[in-house]
Structure formats: structure tokens, C-alpha cells
């Protein structure tokens, strides 16, 4: 297994294991904001000690803050934000399959504007992951309601358009001469800082662990899995766009593997045949994907 498949994976998996700790965290009625707040300073301080460990220097620098700030507003609160709107509306199985159309805008893209060169291969693996992931969201799959509003369909476009800005310059403007630890603890101080001022402007203060309940330990696995995310994030950014963009295939299988295992939904065929599909068109991309650069 070639390096950037094994990164797109691990990014998959810990980008699709977070769904149901947040509805764990939303069971218990901890805010958005100090959910927010919590994980981000949770991550900070892991990162603190893994380079601690390792005897690494972080390094912050003043003329990056604005690359924080795009990756934290574009990366987590706008997103989280069009998701807890758009969640009321549609159901989260329409919503994966709006997002799996972010490699896709990416590539087109890269194409139109970032000299990329057309390659077929890459061309027939995105085409593989988006049927792969498609199926899985087939009437009575995952429980997808008919109709849907067509207002909150168009208006859930915003989320892979965002996603795709942020994938694509995120990957061209990030900063060569920085670790990916160090723009990971630059993301999360930045949106701890903003969390926290929102959480204090709207009076939505909550400590953890002051009454322990499983929302707490959800914060701290969230943490932890979101650590390992952006580690694998800034490194794919390395990579190109297309590459951090293709975990959004990977998630709605995990997402989907996560409900088979811990909560006993059968889904039947489709979820193999997805699989197969999905880390077919993964090998395809990832392989070739170097070639199709110019």
C-alpha cells in the first residue's frame, strides 16, 4: 500500500469515527461552542506532549496566522456550523453524499486553474469512489427520506464548496518551512481562541468532567482522533489537493462501518461492494496521482 493511500485511510478513518461521539456529546447537551473549545485545547495539549516526547520544536509564526485562521474558519466552524443547520433539514446520509462531491470540484479545479494535466486513471478513480459511495445511500440503505426539500438540497452545496476551498488552498499556501505538528497547534490555538470568546458571548459555559458523564470521554477521543487527522491532513497538503481531498470517501464507509459494528445495523451487500469500489478508485487516484502534474 503506497504512502499517500495509507494517509488518506487513516484520515478517513479518524474523520468518520467522530459522528457518533458527537451525538454522544449532543445526547448529554454539551454546547457546540464549549464542545469546541474543549477538544481544541485537548488537542493543544497533546500536541504539547508528543513533541515534548519527541524533543521537537514548535514553531508559531506571526505571518501564519492568517493561514490559521482560513484553515480553523473554513476547516471547522463554518462546516460544523452548515451541519448543525442543515442537519434539521436533511437527513446525515444525504449529507455524506453531498460531501463525497468534494474530490470531484477539487480535480476540476486543480484542472482549470492549477495547471494540473488530465490523467486518465485519476479521472476513472474518482468516477469509482463517488459510484462506491453513492451506493450506499440508495433508498432504504440508510434511511434517506423521499421527498426532500429542494431548498436545504441546494443550499447543502455550500458544504462541499467549502470544503474545496479549503482543501485547495490549504494544500497551495501551505507554509513549506513548517512541521505539520506545529500548523496543527496553530489551527487549534486559533480555534480554541475563537470558541472560547463564543462561548463566553453566548453563555454557553460548560466544564467537563465537573459531573462525568460519557459526553466528557467523547470530547477526549474526539481530541485524540482529530490529532491524529490533522497530523495526516498537513501532510497530505504536501501531497496536492486532490490527495486531501479524497478522505471524504473514506468517511461515509467508516461512518457506516462504525453503525454495523457498535450499533447492529445491517446494510447488507452494498457496504462490501461499496468498499471494493471506493479503495479501487482510491488505489487508482493515489498510484497515478503524481504523473498527472505538470
Known amino acids: 500500500m503506497n504512502r499517500i493511500l495509507s494517509l488518506v485511510i487513516v484520515s478517513g478513518f479518524c474523520g468518520g469515527s467522530v459522528y457518533p461521539l458527537i451525538k454522544i456529546a449532543e445526547h448529554h447537551s454539551i454546547p457546540s461552542f464549549a464542545y469546541i473549545f474543549w477538544e481544541s485545547s485537548a488537542i493543544c495539549f497533546f500536541l504539547l506532549v508528543i513533541a515534548g516526547l519527541r524533543s521537537e520544536s514548535l514553531h508559531l509564526r506571526r505571518e501564519e496566522f492568517a493561514y490559521y485562521l482560513f484553515c480553523a474558519f473554513t476547516n471547522i466552524i463554518i462546516s460544523q456550523s452548515l451541519f448543525f443547520t442543515l442537519a434539521k433539514h436533511l437527513p446525515a446520509s444525504v449529507l455524506g453524499i453531498i460531501c463525497v462531491l468534494t474530490p470531484i470540484l477539487v480535480y476540476l479545479a486543480t484542472l482549470l486553474f492549477f495547471g494540473e494535466s488530465p490523467l486518465a486513471s485519476r479521472v476513472i478513480g474518482l468516477a469509482l469512489g463517488f459510484l462506491g459511495t453513492a451506493l450506499l445511500f440508495l433508498p432504504g440503505v440508510m434511511g434517506a427520506e423521499d421527498p426532500l426539500p ?19 488552498f490549504a494544500t497551495h499556501l501551505r507554509p513549506a518551512e513548517s512541521s505539520n505538528s506545529s500548523l496543527t497547534l496553530g489551527l487549534f490555538l486559533t480555534v480554541a481562541l475563537i470558541s472560547l470568546f463564543a462561548m463566553l458571548l453566548s453563555d454557553t459555559i460548560y466544564v467537563p468532567f465537573s459531573r462525568p458523564n460519557p459526553g466528557d470521554y467523547a470530547i477526549l477521543l474526539h481530541a485524540v482522533l482529530m490529532t491524529v487527522f490533522y497530523l495526516v491532513f498537513f501532510a497530505l497538503a504536501r501531497s496536492g489537493a486532490v490527495e486531501n481531498s479524497l478522505s ?27 468498499s471494493v469500489l471506493v479503495l479501487t478508485g482510491l488505489h487508482l487516484v493515489t498510484s497515478q496521482g503524481a504523473k498527472g502534474k505538470s
Open 150 to 168: 429542494w431548498f436545504w438540497l441546494l443550499f447543502s452545496l455550500l458544504l462541499p464548496l467549502n470544503y474545496s476551498i479549503n482543501r485547495l
Open 248 to 274: 471524504f470517501y473514506v468517511t461515509p464507509l467508516v461512518a457506516l462501518g462504525w453503525g454495523v459494528l457498535a450499533f447492529e445495523e445491517k446494510p447488507g451487500i452494498s457496504f462490501a461492494l461499496a
